[in-house]
């Protein structure tokens, strides 16, 4: 089956002064009397386990040892430092200049050879290649790095940690970049009460498997100062307590949990200081001014602009995107987090039917491709584009669509016949999946002529 390329405009696919632009997003050293709450909530991020060991160093560097050939054997064929970055190719990790050494920025090392998952898991990923602080991981991919993990230590006779029994599973996705965290959120509140202190009685009803699979891309970090709630239906008040619902491990007691408050509200003050990314490549004034014109015509109504962001949810009835994150949520989940320690009580705003999407703010637009709430769109163009939207593609790691705005996506009229590892058959975003669909956004309904397409994503480059 022939790949079509989804690029129809002149694309440049690397991002040289990405390299400039991400130096300057490095925090300058300074002694640690002198830390702010963000620096410090940042330092921590990279230096504080929050959460119990998912693996050790020596069984990180010892994954390779369970893929399936030919990657196996080129693994082991390989030098050191090529081994390294195949395996933070083959999970969508990074290293990180704010730390140097081999750890992935998404693993926080406790100085006993042991790493525990960070929220860089997620929130930290890379644009043409370089890192940006703050941006969601569009690489990611949890299921082939569990499925691995578990391999290894089922060949070294290691047991499996026994799922809580009552606890519906919640599944990783079934392709690289959006992920199931709001399972894994569901799955870990189901057995904590009020205090937060863990119980083996389920808090809430049960949820339905449907309800256990959210998929959901990640938001970049710099949106959060701009907003008074979180998520993509925002139906919660944001506060470093409600973030702290995806720490709490099965093998947490609530008085661990609790114990980290004082460095979650650090690490809330730096998410909510973390600066979009500027725009690195050169821009043509004349055609921002044109675009500028046409975003104030079509978007700022529900995007907002500068300091005016009116944080709009629309219905899905309305936007017409993929209903499965709005819709599916078990309601008694919401209901429990906000009534219990996460919602402080109560006392952080809860909006449990809020019924749709919130309209996002679109600073460093330029840098959260793929697009839409589950990541299913691969550039602006396609986004603005919706009879064109590709329902199977493929991305490079590096590469980035300066023309088009967003990831360097390959369109496929079909899965390949003879793909049967699970590890690659991710790499192909599937918009017939549950949950991934890439319908909806057709703004203005009537669309837009080409011309006001190139001016309109020239100007998102400035935002």
């Known amino acids: 089956m022939a790949a079509v390329p989804t690029d ?47 693996l050790t160093e020596a069984e990180y560097f010892d994954l390779w040892q369970v893929w399936p050939e030919p990657q196996r054997a080129a693994a082991a064929a390989a030098p050191p430092a090529e081994r390294r970055r195949m395996l933070l190719e083959r999970y969508g990790f990074q290293e990180t200049p704010d730390r140097p ?44 790095f569990y499925e691995d993990v578990a391999a290894l230590r089922a060949e070294r006779g290691i047991p499996a940690v026994p799922w809580p029994e009552g606890v ?72 470093h307590r409600d973030i702290m619902q995806f720490i709490a491990s099965f093998a947490y007691s609530g008085e661990q949990i609790r114990a980290l408050e004082e460095p979650f509200r650090d690490i809330y003050a730096w ?50 995107t993929d209903p499965v994150r709005a819709t599916d949520m078990p309601r008694d989940f919401k209901l429990h987090l906000g009534e219990g320690w996460f919602g402080e009580n109560g006392a952080t705003p809860l909006y449990p039917d809020t019924g749709g999407y919130v309209a996002q703010p679109l600073d460093g637009v330029w840098a959260t491709a793929p697009y839409l709430h589950n990541g299913s769109v691969p550039t602006m ?44 058959r ?11 669909g890439n319908q909806g956004h057709a703004y203005p309904p009537a669309g837009l002529p080409d011309a006001d397409k190139r001016a309109l994503i020239e100007f998102l480059k400035t935002l």
């Open 8 to 54: 129809r405009h002149a694309r440049t696919v690397v991002l040289p002064l990405l390299a400039v632009a991400a130096a300057t997003l490095l925090l300058a050293p300074c002694p640690a009397a002198a830390e702010t709450s963000a620096e410090r909530g940042y330092r921590l991020l990279l230096t504080l386990p929050l959460v119990p060991p998912t």
């Open 101 to 144: 050494g081999p750890i992935p920025q998404q693993f926080t090392p406790d100085g006993k050879g042991n790493l525990s998952e960070n929220c860089l898991s997620c929130h930290g990923g890379p644009v043409g290649g370089k890192v940006i602080r703050g941006l969601g991981n569009s690489l990611i991919d949890l299921a082939t």
């Open 168 to 239: 519906p599973p919640a599944p990783e996705s079934p392709v690289r970049g959006p992920n199931n965290a709001w399972g894994g959120a569901i799955a870990l509140l189901l057995l904590r009460d009020g205090n937060a202190d863990r119980t083996d009685t389920l808090q809430f009803p049960a949820p339905t498997p449907e309800q256990m699979f959210l998929p959901t891309k990640t938001p970049a970090f710099w949106l959060s100062k701009r907003k008074t709630r979180y998520y993509a239906d925002a139906f919660i008040g944001k506060s």
């Open 271 to 320: 998410i909510n200081a973390v600066e979009a990314p500027p725009y690195p490549g050169p821009v043509d004034p004349a055609l921002v001014q044109r675009g500028r014109l046409v975003y104030l015509r079509d978007c700022v109504a529900c995007h907002g602009i500068a300091d005016s962001y009116p944080e709009r949810v629309i219905p899905v009835a309305e936007v017409g």
């Open 381 to 424: 163009w396609d986004l603005l584009t919706p009879s064109e939207r590709p329902k199977i593609w493929s991305r490079s790691d590096a590469g980035y669509d300066l023309a088009r705005l967003g990831v360097e996506a390959t369109a496929h009229a079909e899965m390949p016949a003879d793909l049967t590892d699970p590890a690659e």
């Open 426 to 436: 991710r790499r192909y975003y599937r918009t017939d999946l549950r949950g991934f």
